[in-house]
Each structure stands twice: as C-alpha cells, then as structure tokens.
C-alpha cells in the first residue's frame, strides 16, 4: 500500500508489518490476545466482549473501536437542514431526499463487516457492525432508470468518488446506512449516509454519500483512477487474534482464536497449524449474519518450551482454500486485488 495511501489509515498496517500493536490509536480487534494470559481460568467481563469457549473477542465491532480509513483528514460537518440525497444521471425524474425521508423508506438491518482492501495479512483494518438503512434499488427506482445504464457513480460531501456495476446496485443487497450498531453514523464513519456495499473492500462502501448519478459509461472511483482493482471482491482470509504475535507464555493450556472472513465466498472451515502438529480443523462460531465475519477457535498445550509458529487458512464455502502465494509463510502486498496469504504468528512457551 503506497504511502499517500496510508496517511490517514488510523488503523492500517499495525498487524504484520514489524510497526508493533502498540501504535495503533486504536486497540482495534488485537487488544484480547492480552487478556488470554492474564485470565486463563477467570471468567473475563470486558463491554462488549464475547467468550467463545475461553476466545475472548468483539464479535461486533464498538464505533469507536471501528476501523478508519479516509483519503483526507477531513471529516465533513454535515447539517441535517441542508443534506439531501441527489439522486440523477441516466433517469426520467431526477430527485433529491431528506434523510428524514430515507428514514422512513428503512427496509434493512443487518451485520456487515467491512475490510480495507490496503489491510495487510494479519493487519487490523477489518470491523463488524450492526447497520441500519434503505435497499439501494428502491432509492433507484423511484428516480425511474433509462435504459442503457451500466454502473451507478457515488458521489461524497468531502470529493470521494466510487460506483458499482447497475447489475450490483439493482441487487437488494446494497443499502444505504444512516445508522451503525443502533446509533447515527459517527461522524468519521460518514454521518448522515454511507453505502454499504457486502462482501466487497471498503473503499466502495462510500462515506458522506451525497449524490447516487446512474451512467452509461465505465466510471472510475478516486483508488480505481490509480490502478486498485474496479471488481474489489473480498477473497477468503483470515488472521490469528489471540494468542498475541510475540507473546512469551508460560506452559500451559491455551485457545488459539481468530477471526475468518470471505465476503461473497462465504467460509467453510478454518484450519491451524502449529509448529511440530500437522493443520488440525478448528471449531466455527456461525457468524452473526451472511456477510459478517465469522470466529474460530482451538485448544493448544504446548509439549515443549522455546518458539512455535502458528498459522491459520480458511476454506470458502466451495471448499477452496484462501490463497496462500508460492510457500506458506510468504504474502502478497495489497495493491491492487487485496493482501493474499496465510499469517504466521511467532510465541515463545517459557517458565516464567
Ligand atoms: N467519502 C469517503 N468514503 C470512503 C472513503 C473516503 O476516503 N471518503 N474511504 C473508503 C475506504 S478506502 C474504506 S476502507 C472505507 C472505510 O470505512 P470506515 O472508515 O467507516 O471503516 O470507507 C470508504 N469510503
Ligand atoms: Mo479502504
């Protein structure tokens, strides 16, 4: 992910790339690999928090604690008197919506989890929240299409541009947010409006939405113009949370958790390797919905001190693995299709 890219990624990058946890401003979905080691035995409270069989994690994704990334620092200040959806382009009756109005169209609520197509393997710019909102195609059809349309172009307050092919936007799964896990969208988050595009990277979800224009031709969003992939298809992936990478533990018993996720492709199985045991299949929490991620969790007592590797792979709902590049322990950066590759963590097992 190239530099100007990552400026404003609050949370990016923090996973594999030897920057350390310990900089992201925030905790993002590491933090409980810390409290494994601390509270093995106890039965851990933490707001928000789920104890899958002793794999403490969020299975939904606090607002605050949800990922960022924006191309500018700036957010937005959005006045409610004055936001209106403008929906035009390749339509009989252009018109323009309050969000008042949009309220009172809500026909949508569910999980989504949305990932940054610049996250890394192992990186953190992944989330899942609760989204409340309006299906896409019922915004569009009352504006009338023309015939001859081939994508619809999303137009942001703040200059952020993307579009998703018309077959997409017609097809019920895309809606339109006002609301994250019960609450107004945070500013930050693209208050008042934001599309929610499952199981396809972030960037198409676009924040601030202020016009929805319907075009003939194969429009190019701000990260596509450089080159980042216009399909933006999440691939099957999936990443250790816990224990933490580095971590020295003492012997002992331990869960090994994480979290899979495979958009479009669904997941299937998630299977561990640890150094000196062959993959073993780890056991699935069904997820809270289709298009959230889903936690997986096993059992490990080491037999042995000194350093142990451990690996994760999640299969897709067709049963094909996610991609792991020429050797296991080798990734692909993430221009311009996505991060590809199995993540390896490193734990050292000592008497303290
Ligand atoms: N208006 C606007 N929308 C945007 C962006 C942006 O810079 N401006 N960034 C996109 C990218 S690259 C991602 S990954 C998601 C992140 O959404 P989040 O910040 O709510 O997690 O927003 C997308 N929508
Ligand atoms: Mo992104």
Redesign the pocket.
């Known amino acids: 992910m190239e530099c100007t890219r990552r400026a ?1 990624m609050r949370n990016v990058g923090v996973g594999t790339l030897g920057l350390g946890f310990g900089v992201s401003v925030f905790p993002g979905i590491y933090q409980y690999a810390e409290a494994q080691t601390q509270t093995q035995g106890h039965d851990v409270h933490m707001k928000g928090t789920i104890n899958f069989k002793g794999f403490i994690a969020k299975e939904v994704t606090p607002n605050d604690e ?7 620092p700036k957010v937005p200040d959005i006045s409610l008197d004055k936001f209106r959806l403008r929906v035009e382009g390749l339509v009989e009756n252009p018109y323009a919506l309050t969000l008042k109005e949009l309220e009172a169209m809500q026909d949508k609520r569910g999980y989504v989890t ?5 996250n890394p393997v192992g990186g953190n ?1 992944i ?1 899942n929240a609760l989204w409340d909102g309006v299906t896409l195609r019922k915004i569009l059809e009352k504006a009338n299409p023309n015939p001859g349309v081939i994508k619809a172009a999303f137009f ?5 541009t ?1 579009s998703i092919p018309y077959e997409l936007a017609l097809s019920e799964e895309v809606f339109l947010a006002f609301r994250m896990n019960g609450e107004p969208l945070p500013p ?3 208050y008042p409006l ?2 929610i595009v499952p199981g396809i ?9 202020s016009k929805i224009e319907l075009v003939n031709y194969d429009f190019k969003g ?2 596509e113009k450089t080159g980042w992939s216009d399909e933006a298809v999440i691939p099957q992936m999936s990443e250790v949370l816990m224990p933490m990478d580095g971590k020295r533990i003492p012997p002992g018993h331990y869960v090994i958790g994480g979290i899979a996720f495979g958009g479009r492709h669904g997941i299937s199985r998630v299977q561990v390797f640890v150094e000196g045991q062959n993959w073993q299949e780890a056991e699935l929490k069904p997820p809270v919905s289709k298009w959230a991620w889903t936690l997986w969790r096993c059992e490990w007592t080491p037999t042995r001190e000194g350093d142990f590797s451990i690996r994760v792979r999640a299969y897709d709902r067709s049963g094909e693995p996610q991609e792991s590049p020429s050797l296991l322990g080798r990734v692909l950066g993430s221009y311009p299709d996505g991060a590809r590759g199995i993540e390896t963590i490193h734990i050292t097992v000592e008497k303290p």
């Open positions: 404003f949800f990922y960022i990334t924006s191309y500018s949305l990932e940054c197509i610049g710019a989330s942001a307050a703040e200059g952020y993307d930050e988050h693209g934001r599309v990277f972030g960037m198409k979800n676009v924040k601030w939405l701000y990260w």
